[in-house]
Each structure stands twice: as C-alpha cells, then as structure tokens.
C-alpha cells in the first residue's frame, strides 16, 4: 500500500505502482464512443499514461491540456489520458476544449487498472477514483518511467516523463 496527500490529508492506494523495467499489466478501458482500448491496441508505439482522479478538476484537466500541446512533439507516442470519468464528461471535455492530440480513456466499469497499478485511492473524499500517476512504456509495453504524484493537487513532471522517451 501507497500514500498520497489529498487536501492536506493522508490518503491510502491499493498499492505500488508497477516497476520499471517490468511489463506493464493489460488493461481494457473504455473510449469516448463506449468502444475497448486495450494496451495491446498500442503495440509498437510508446505510450504515455496520463493517470488522474477527475476531468473536472482543475489540475487533472491542466494535465490533459499540457500532454495535449505536447503530444504535438512526439514521434510513434500515444498519450492516453486515463481516470474514472463517465466516458460521456470525457468527451464532453475534449469537445468542449478542442483536445485531438491525446486519448481519453474511462477505468469506470472494469475498475481493475486501479488495482493493477496500485493507484486506485482506499479511502478519503475520491475513495475509488484513481491517484495522479505518470507511466511511460517503450514500443514494447515496457515501464521506462513512472511517477506517483504525491500531492494529488500537484501537476506531473512533464518533462521527467517526456525526456525518458529520448
């Protein structure tokens, strides 16, 4: 089990996060349309996994913004952007705010990448969502980089997630 600070408070998660240099775990997700993204849907292109409790808070929709205008840069790297979010506000967001260069995906049904990643949240007020995170996978669907983000109300390393697919 991990900690996260959440409004100044302790949270627990469901545990670690995956290791670099391991396989990161399958997971099946839902895209805005309702359809599957699968990580094996990404194989051969490295992926940046955006992880984050809610688009409808500030700092999680920053997050998508930033990786967004970034993507722009990357060569064979898939950003996808990853929470507990209905897929219907996903959409809603990368409608709203003109997002094309990123991927929104939903752990809403099958709830297990949060346990496979150790970043779903155990208890305090987002119990059940999932904590902020940055994973980074080679073509391969190996970890390069991870960061938990240990005050939730904090932004990712941008560039320490970007610079390990240099």
């Known amino acids: 089990m991990a900690q996260v600070i959440l409004g100044g408070n302790t949270v627990n998660t469901y545990g670690e996060l995956p290791e670099i240099g391991e396989k990161a775990p399958h997971f099946e ?12 849907d990404f194989e051969g292109k490295r992926l940046v996994l955006n992880i984050f409790p809610s688009i409808d808070t500030n700092t999680c929709a920053t997050s998508v913004r930033t990786f967004n205008e970034r993507a722009k840069k990357l060569k064979n790297t898939e950003v996808l952007c990853i929470s507990r979010d209905l ?12 997002i094309t260069n990123v991927t929104n995906l939903s752990d809403f049904r099958e709830r297990t990448m949060g346990k496979d990643y150790g970043l779903e949240m155990m208890d305090g007020p987002f119990e059940g969502l999932l904590s902020r995170a940055v994973i980074v996978l080679d073509e391969k669907g190996v970890i390069l980089h991870s960061e938990r983000v240990q005050d ?3 932004e990712p390393d941008y560039d320490a997630a970007l610079n390990a697919l240099a």
């Open 29 to 40: 997700l839902l895209k805005s349309d309702l359809s599957v993204g699968r990580l094996k």
């Open 87 to 98: 897929p219907f506000a996903l959409k809603r967001f990368i409608d709203d705010e003109g």
């Open 152 to 154: 939730i109300s904090n």
